[in-house]
């Protein structure tokens, strides 16, 4: 009976403990990238608007073709930023940043050019 009980114990307090049993304090990100960049996209990096720290290439190896698109999916804490800058890298190595992004579930995020500059439309 006593080699049961401190099993019991440590897993009764990991379960109801209320600083263990809360959320992780992270969510996912995921929504659809679409390239008309006219160009591919060889790399992807996210950084919160309110910070110019940029993250780990979003698609690893994967590239997204011009007229692709590609789901885009990536781990945040509940304390980061609601607007999201995004970094594209085409295959000449030229960095293009598109701001102030709204990166909800399910939308799709259009990059484009107009005029030379950086453009984005959403979709559902």
């Given at each position: 009976m006593k080699t049961f009980a401190l099993p019991l114990v440590l897993a009764l307090f990991f379960c109801c403990h209320p600083a263990l049993a809360e959320d992780t304090g992270t969510e996912d990100v995921s929504f659809i990238l679409v390239n008309h960049t006219g160009t591919a996209i060889v790399s992807l990096r996210?950084?919160?608007?309110?910070?110019?720290?940029?993250?780990?290439?979003?698609?690893?190896?994967?590239?997204?073709a011009n007229q692709g698109e590609a789901r885009i999916s990536f781990a945040i804490s509940d304390d980061e930023a609601e607007l999201w800058d995004l970094q594209s890298i085409d295959p000449k190595g030229e960095k293009t940043e598109w701001p102030g992004l709204s990166l909800t579930d399910g939308k799709k995020v259009i990059l484009s050019f107009e005029d030379g500059e950086p453009v984005v439309t959403y979709e559902k």
């Open positions: 996210a950084s919160p608007s309110l910070t110019d720290k940029w993250g780990d290439n979003l698609l690893g190896k994967k590239q997204i």
